[in-house]
């Protein structure tokens, strides 16, 4: 069983080694788009992904267009805080790609245009929070495709 999570632009070194190590907790691949806002020797990216980083299926592209370019016949879904369905509608298969945006922004209104129809939310149930950390996230995320997969 393979998921597939994408990090579009990340920002935060720390979430990315977190999401690394959650990604080889699961057998999910890592698929990373630059540009990055740190680099990827920084120390607290290895801090937080310990030296688990080793072992990770990772994948780097130069851009969103190289990586759309490179799984164009794949499926996608994507999350955002726009997304008019919750996550847990989406039906989870293999080789899924999960896609976040960066922490800051989320995604790319551009990308938002062209998959309207495949953006979920993670429901907030309060009107104090603005979103919650990509760490989190997507570890949400790829638990709830496990569960469903019943790969747990």
């Not at 990090?7 to 698929?31: Q, Y």
């Not at 759309?68 to 293999?94: I, P, R, T, V, Y």
């Not at 989320?106 to 760490?135: H, Q, W």
């Amino acid at each position: 069983m393979k998921l597939n999570i994408v990090l579009i632009e990340p920002e935060i070194p720390n979430n990315t080694g977190n999401i690394g190590r959650l990604a080889l907790a699961t057998g999910s691949r890592l698929h990373l788009v630059k540009p990055f806002g740190f680099e990827i020797t920084d120390s607290r990216l290895k801090r937080a992904g310990l030296d688990y980083w080793e072992h990770l299926d990772v994948h780097y592209y130069e851009s969103s267009d190289a990586f759309f370019k490179s799984h164009q016949n794949s499926k996608f879904a994507f999350f955002s805080s726009h997304g008019k369905q919750d996550f847990w509608d989406l039906k989870f298969e293999e080789e899924l790609f999960l896609i976040f945006g960066k922490e800051s922004v989320g995604l790319p209104k551009v990308i938002l245009d062209k998959y309207p129809e495949d953006i979920y939310k993670i429901p907030l149930y309060s009107s104090n929070v603005r979103s919650l950390n990509l760490a989190n996230c997507v570890g949400i995320v790829a638990y709830e495709g496990l569960r469903q997969l019943h790969t747990l």
